[in-house]
Structures are given as structure tokens and as C-alpha cells.
């Protein structure tokens, strides 16, 4: 948790955007994307009411920073979902294909139910998220992050296919299903049409179905 700044003039000005951001993420998940409001954070971060519009053009611009913030979360939260479920880390796709073809499995399994566990456990980021990736017109400011979250999924399908895993086919559109799944899942979950304290199992054996789907059989 990051801590709260000691007052106003704690900051020096290059430190204080990301000091910023830090404020509204925890704000966020406190009450969620709505009630993030820039004179808020500014309270919170101990500045004046107008400091923030010097580093953010507007709210937008600032929960687009906050967006930006969850997803590298995210990619961190995945990277250790990935070391607990094989139990031999993830420096990389060529590491991974030197592993056992349990351990590639593991790989694929434990991205798409982190995918579920991250948006269940943090449902404010994931609206956030949602409200500005999945979306008609993600925002541009999120597009590296996004590439390279998708570049790691997709790497993950080719090695996987090379290693006979998979069928083969498009990896992007293998990838496409798989996060449609992880997102309906997920909203499924959050809008109560699955029951919460079955969520993570219900889960785990959809996301089984879905790899006996599109695995070669051994």
C-alpha cells in the first residue's frame, strides 16, 4: 500500500504525478471510477486544488494514468500466478518450452484464471479497465501496455502449438477466444449470475472444459 503523503509541499514536482496516480488508485478501489474526482486527490495527496491539472489535463487524462497503473498490476499479478501454478517462473516463452508439457499447460490455465481472480478480488480496477479497454475506441495512451500484454499471451499460444499443446490455427484468435471467455466469466461473476463463493471453481472447470477444447488429444 502506498503511503499517504505527509502534507502539502511534500513533494517534489517531478515526483508528484506519480504520486498522484498513487492516491487515486487507492481511491479507486475504495469507491470505486466515479467518485475519483481530481479535487479528491488532490485533498488526499495534501496539494493544492489546482496542482493536479498542471500534470493532467483533466479527470480523463488521470484515470487514464490510474488505467495504466491497474495494468501493469495486472501483468504483475499474472506473472506470479503463473510462478505459483508451475512452480518454475516465467522469465520467458523459451524457458518455458524447455519445461515439462505440464508445466506449458499450467501456463495457459493459470492466465486465464488470474485473468478471473484479479477482476473478482479488484472489481474497481476492472471496471476501470473495461470502461477504457474493452470499449469502441480504447484509449491510445494504454496501447503499449496493451501490446505487450498481448505479445506475452500470444507468444504463449505459438510455443504451446509448436509443442504439438494446441491445434494449430490463428494464435491471435485462439488468444481472442480465451479472453472472451476470461471477460464473460468475470462479468458473469461480478454481476451476481454466478454465485461468489463458487466463482473460482466454476471458473477453474470452464477454463478445463475450454483447454480439453483446444488441446490435441495425447
Known amino acids: 500500500m502506498t503511503e499517504r503523503p505527509a502534507g502539502r509541499g511534500s513533494y517534489h514536482h517531478g515526483a508528484l504525478p ?6 487515486a488508485f487507492e481511491l479507486l478501489d475504495e469507491v470505486g471510477q466515479e467518485q475519483v474526482t481530481m479535487r479528491e486527490v488532490a485533498r488526499r495527496a495534501g496539494v493544492s486544488a489546482g496542482a493536479p491539472f ?15 497503473r491497474v495494468l501493469a498490476d495486472f501483468e504483475a499479478w499474472q506473472r506470479a500466478e503463473v510462478a505459483a501454478a508451475t512452480e ?27 485473468f478471473v481472480r484479479y477482476a473478482v ?13 474493452f470499449a469502441p475506441a480504447p484509449q491510445p495512451e494504454l496501447r503499449e501496455r496493451l501490446s505487450g500484454i498481448d505479445r506475452a499471451y500470444t ?39 454466478l454465485p461468489a463463493e463458487k466463482a473460482e471453481e466454476v471458473a477453474a472447470q470452464v477454463l478445463d472444459t475450454f483447454g480439453r477444447g483446444i488441446a490435441n488429444p495425447r
Open 18 to 23: 506519480e504520486a498522484l496516480v498513487g492516491v
Open 54 to 68: 498542471r500534470h493532467f489535463a483533466d479527470r480523463r487524462a488521470l484515470l487514464t494514468a490510474v488505467a495504466d
Open 88 to 114: 518454475t517462473g516465467v522469465a520467458g516463452a523459451g524457458e518455458r518450452a524447455a519445461g515439462s508439457a505440464g508445466d506449458r499447460r499450467a501456463v495457459l490455465r493459470a492466465l486465464g484464471l488470474g
Open 121 to 133: 478480488r479488484h472489481p474497481h480496477r476492472f471496471a476501470l479497465v473495461r470502461s477504457r479497454v
Open 155 to 193: 507468444e504463449v499460444i505459438v510455443a504451446d502449438q509448436a509443442a504439438g499443446l494446441l491445434r494449430p490455427g490463428d494464435p491471435e484468435l485462439v488468444g481472442f477466444a480465451g479472453q472472451a471467455l476470461v471477460y464473460g466469466l468475470a462479468q458473469m461473476i461480478l454481476d451476481g449470475y
